[in-house]
């Protein structure tokens, strides 16, 4: 077990970092109060090697393991988790086309974010199913060599701004799991429609909407894996995800504490700083020890899956504590910095409203409580 990281990710931790710093924290709240998209500093980050970072150096991309993109992701988060989220948005969006694309599907779609900036999104979640994905409504009917998609997708990352998006749709709504297929779309096939944008509590910088897709066209050279193999390509594609929601947590929960440590060191009450007292100073050490928990679990399922090991258990434990703890951690922050952490003066109530949709996306916190549970009576 290593606990340091090398210098390689040393210096990506730097980059990122220095982007968060630099680039993201100046514009963090204007966003947030606007909801407007930050394009040109997702662009930026794309520039730097911290977009689609999944795409395989054979392809010409980035090519970084788990493990990095999650020291990468929790820097970005420290910035702005609406930010963050719509950088890891992308590698969310590629990643069906890693596990599940033949090897010319890999070039056709993965290859192009190499080489220019591109955003992705996945469409997996309904109005009717977010948490019940065998049960998704959208179909996919057969014609000729095509297929036509016919269905709403709901709560998508970067929808309004995707290039492509990977869609997931079913054959046949009462074969459940079995029927599910993934394709690939690209944003300008006809018959695609954009919702109205969320207008969301936290992590307001990201595009979230609905799509509606009505007779989409799409040719069966852009179904990834088999007919029926898209409900395991969306799961494996969560399992390696969902560490990166666990550094997304962390690196919410980082900034929390930093912030409550230069608040609880300037800020008087009774005659001393207020983090002579012990209310303060147990609630700090709470979010310290939490962070580093969070932490290990994060790299332990991401260095899993990258050494190849099955590991949803380790990714829903992962991304279940540590959001649980940055949620935590947040509303902690808030109450150090009292009436003050309740007002957009300060940065801790952005905090916590972007935690709060950490324990809902990517599968709630119940869906991982589930995973775990099933996989501890499995054996
Ligand atoms: N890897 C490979 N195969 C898997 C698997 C995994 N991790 N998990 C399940 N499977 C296989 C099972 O072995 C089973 O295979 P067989 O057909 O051979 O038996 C099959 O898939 C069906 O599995 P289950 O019986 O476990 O399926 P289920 O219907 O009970 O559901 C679930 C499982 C875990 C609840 C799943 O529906 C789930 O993960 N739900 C949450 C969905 C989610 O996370 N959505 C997030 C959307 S993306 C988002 O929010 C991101 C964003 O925009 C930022």
């Known amino acids: 077990m290593q606990f340091a990281l090398d210098d390689e990710l040393l210096a990506l931790q730097e980059t990122a970092r220095r982007f968060a710093e630099e680039e993201v924290i100046p514009i963090a709240a204007d966003h947030d109060q606007s909801g407007e998209f930050p394009r040109a500093v997702i662009e930026k980050a794309w520039e730097l090697g911290l977009v689609s970072t999944c795409v395989p150096s054979e392809l010409g991309g980035v090519g970084l393991s788990i493990e990095a993109s999650c020291v990468a992701t929790t820097e970005v988060a420290r910035g702005c ?13 590629l990643t069906p086309i890693l596990v ?24 997996l979640s309904e109005p009717g199913a977010g948490s019940d994905v065998a049960g998704l409504q959208m179909l996919a009917e057969k014609d000729g060599d095509d297929y036509l998609l016919t269905g709403t997708k709901a709560w998508i990352t970067n929808g309004g701004v995707a290039d492509f998006f990977t869609v997931f749709a079913t054959l046949d709504r009462s074969s459940r799991h079995k029927g599910v297929c993934a394709f690939v779309v690209a944003r300008d096939t006809p018959g695609i429609e954009l919702g109205k944008k969320e207008d969301k509590l936290g992590q307001r910088a990201s595009d979230t909407r609905s799509i509606h897709f009505d007779g989409v066209r799409v040719p069966a050279s852009q179904r990834l894996g088999e007919e029926g193999q898209g409900f395991g390509i969306a799961m494996k594609t969560l399992d390696r995800t969902r560490p990166m929601i666990g550094a997304l947590a962390v690196g919410i929960a980082s900034r929390a504490l930093e912030e409550c440590i230069a608040y609880a060191r300037e800020r008087r009450a009774f005659g001393s700083a207020i983090g002579e007292f012990q209310a303060i100073q147990f609630m700090l050490a709470d979010m310290a020890k939490d962070i580093e928990a969070s932490r290990l679990l994060t790299m332990q399922s991401a260095c899993m899956i990258d050494q190849g090991m099955r590991a949803s258990k380790y990714s829903s434990m992962a991304k279940c504590f540590a959001t649980d703890a940055a949620m935590k951690a947040t509303v902690d922050a808030v109450q150090i910095f009292g009436g003050n952490g309740y007002t957009k003066e300060y940065p801790v109530e952005k905090l916590m409203r972007d935690a709060k949709l950490m324990q809902i996306y990517e599968g709630t916190n119940q869906i991982q409580r589930m995973v775990i549970g099933r996989e501890l009576l499995a054996g």
């Not at 988790?81 to 969006?93: F, Q, Y």
């Open 100 to 123: 599940g694309g033949s090897e010319d599907q890999q070039k056709q779609w993965l290859a192009p974010c190499a080489d220019e900036f591109k955003l992705v999104s996945f469409c």
């Open 81 to 93: 988790a609406g930010i963050a989220t719509s950088v890891m948005c992308n590698d969310l969006g």
